[in-house]
């Protein structure tokens, strides 16, 4: 590898991290925004609805824009934004202050996103085997660290702007310095390498929504699983599984840490089995993991079940990308994977506009236990779509062998 992806590569990585940080440190102070804006119940998940929502349409719009501007771009000044913008958060007195650092993160939340993923599957193109799981891995890591901050603040009563000041007085600069290092399109070694030339119809069919419904499905049901995780894990070990207040943080902080295990290894397990094995080993372990949260019978199984969760869920989301990002550059070249990577991000939403508020009515009107094995059947879909996963058969003609650059999954030099 040339030093040019490398540091392009660390320097993604980072912007993963930050991210995870500035997510965490929003949706684990919600209590503490709420009390600060005097939000009502009612009207609390009126925003955090509004954040997906928002993000969806951001992801969509930056789409139109890498049409005309790299994604590079893109990430190097939407991340200042949602920096920014959660300082405001932290800032603001009104509720019209809140809502619109609200808006100004979920769009810049949007772009940002589908452009490290753009970016990411580039650079995974360029070096002919499997890294986008290392990207997700320093986003779940940015998670944790995130997570304790808040901790740390909520435990010394810390105003939210104390708490959030010295993160971005540190991110911010240190995010842009990084950005001079991104690498559009794979850098030199995308350039020289050889595959095959773009089918007829260019970017705009090759994103048509057909061949990837499948994909869009799986990122949808990965999210609606994720988001139970996050927003029932306590209330589930607390109030079914009878554990005291202290043990219900547990489960989340377990979920976030194999989550970073499994990620950290995954590229591993894709290089040696290929992404299509890794995709359905993940269903299973997430299914089984819902399997034993439901059928828990104390608190310390269902710590199990979470954990089998995130080692589980953790691989479908970066294999889900990079197939998304390969299909579309097989098709129509790498502008075609930016705008199917962009398409595919706006599901990541979907699934989290969708998971929490299901659990929720199907616990109240059913059962809690009842209600996780909805997830359970919901993730073992990926085992029926598992194939799309794989590269496509040759559609170039000339009975040649697939470039092994196209051919993901495939010994060391799959993706």
């Known amino acids: 590898m040339t030093d040019v992806l490398r540091r392009g590569r660390a320097s993604l990585a980072f912007s993963f991290l930050v991210q995870g940080v500035a997510f965490a440190l929003l949706v684990t102070r919600i209590p503490a925004i709420q009390n600060r804006y005097g939000v009502s119940d009612a009207l609390l998940p009126v925003f955090l609805a509004a954040v997906p929502i928002l993000a969806g349409i951001g992801s969509v719009t930056t789409e139109r824009l890498v049409k005309r501007i790299p994604p590079s771009r893109i990430l190097r000044w939407s991340q200042p934004v949602v920096l920014l913008a959660l300082l405001g958060v932290g800032a603001g007195r009104h509720m019209a202050g809140l809502a619109v650092a609200l808006a100004a993160f979920g769009l810049a939340v949007g772009a940002l996103d589908a452009s490290m993923n753009m970016l990411g599957v580039s650079l995974q193109r360029a070096y002919r085997r499997s890294i986008m799981l290392s990207f997700h891995a320093a986003y779940s890591l940015g998670g944790i ?218 616990g109240d009107a059913w059962s809690y236990r009842g209600a996780m094995l909805v997830p359970m059947v919901l993730v073992l879909v990926t085992l029926m779509y598992a194939k799309s996963f794989a590269p496509e058969p040759d559609r170039y003609g000339g009975g040649h062998e697939r470039p092994r650059t196209a051919d993901v999954g495939r010994g060391s030099n799959g993706l």
Do not use: H
């Open 145 to 362: 660290v995130g997570a304790s901050l808040a901790w740390v603040g909520a435990r010394g009563d810390l105003p939210l702007w104390v708490s959030y000041l010295p993160v971005v007085l540190v991110l911010l600069p240190a995010a842009l310095a990084g950005s001079r290092w991104y690498v559009d399109g794979g850098g030199e070694t995308a350039a020289a390498a050889p595959g095959p030339a773009p089918v007829a119809g260019g970017a705009g069919a090759a994103v048509g929504l057909t061949w990837m419904l499948p994909l869009c499905l799986v990122m949808t049901v990965t999210y609606i699983g994720d988001s139970t995780v996050s927003n029932w894990s306590a209330k589930y070990l607390q109030d079914v599984l009878g554990s005291s207040e202290q043990l219900a943080t547990v489960p989340y902080n377990v979920y976030m840490v194999t989550t970073l295990l499994g990620r950290a290894l995954g590229d591993v397990g894709v290089r040696r089995f290929g992404a299509v094995a890794v995709v359905r080993a993940g269903a299973l372990v997430a299914a089984a993991g819902f399997a034993v949260v439901a059928g828990a019978p104390g608190a310390w199984a269902g710590m199990l079940g979470f954990t089998l969760l995130g080692l589980g869920l953790c691989v479908l989301v970066p294999q889900t990308f990079a197939a998304a990002g390969r299909r579309a550059a097989e098709r129509g070249g790498p502008g075609a994977s930016d705008a199917a990577i962009a398409r595919l991000n706006v599901f990541n939403y979907v699934g989290f506009l969708i998971g929490s508020p299901l659990v929720g009515a199907l």
